[in-house]
Structure formats: C-alpha cells, structure tokens
C-alpha cells in the first residue's frame, strides 16, 4: 500500500497517507486492490492497481499503478531474511547442523511463490544471507 501510495504521488496525484485520518477510508479501499496485486504477482511478472474514482475527502482519484514482480520481490526480501535469521538462530540454539535436516517446509506466498524460494532453504542450511549474489533485484 505505502509503495503505491508513492508511485501515485510520483504520478503528481495527492500524497495518501496512513497518519491522515481523512485518508483512512481511502487507504482502506486501496489494501485489497493491493493484495490483489500481490496475488497475481505470484503468477505473472506484473500486475495492475486500479481504483478509478477513489474518494480522497473532497478529491477523486483515479488509481492505476502497475506493479513490478521485481519490486514485490525487493518490498518483501526483509521479511524473508528476517525468517532465514530466525531459522539459522533455532538451528545454532538447539546444535542442530544444517546437513542434519532431512527437508525444509516453505509455507505461505511469501516463501513459496517468493523471491527465489530454492534460495531462502538453501540459506537456511547453508547459513549464508539472501542478496545480490543470489540474483534478487534491488538488495546490496
């Protein structure tokens, strides 16, 4: 939501904003057409969201923004680090070596139809960290 936000005001619409109270009506409409998105973005390298004749207080704006998969991809690898670092901190807490894993269990998009779902177990049992060199858009 807050990335779309960003592009719309790139666009030259109105800023939205969560903090603005007058928005919250509008910022509410605007999450569902953004987790249809993210949906699609699981199956296709782009998707579309688009609210024409979104009611921003007393303004009308016409919502179209197309959304990358490799900006998806680059919103969502600190979350999918932060996992990988969780996992890698359980193993080292209970002695538990990586190659002693029979399998590891992706659940959910975010891992499953996520940047490079191969990457994130191998990182895991390798006790590497996600980046750049694992070819994800946008990481240092």
Do not use: M, Y
Not at 34 to 58: F, H, Y
Request: hydrophobic residues 40%; aromatic residues 2%; proline residues 6%.
């Amino acid at each position: 939501v807050d990335w779309v936000c960003e592009q719309l005001a790139a666009q030259g619409q109105p800023r939205l904003s969560r903090q603005e109270t007058g928005h919250a009506q509008a910022i509410r409409k605007l999450k569902p057409a953004c987790e249809d998105a993210k949906i699609e973005l699981s199956r296709a390298a782009t998707a579309n969201v688009s609210l024409p004749g979104l009611q921003v207080g007393d303004s009308v704006l016409d919502v179209e923004v197309d959304v990358p998969r490799s900006e998806l991809d680059r919103l969502v690898l600190p979350l999918v680090e932060r996992s990988v670092a969780v996992c890698q901190r359980l193993l080292a807490t209970h002695q538990v070596k990586p190659e002693k894993l029979s399998r590891v269990v992706l659940v959910g998009d975010l891992f499953t139809k996520g940047p490079r779902p191969d990457l994130v177990v191998e990182c895991i049992a390798a006790r590497r960290a996600l980046g750049r060199q694992h070819g994800i858009p946008g990481h240092a």
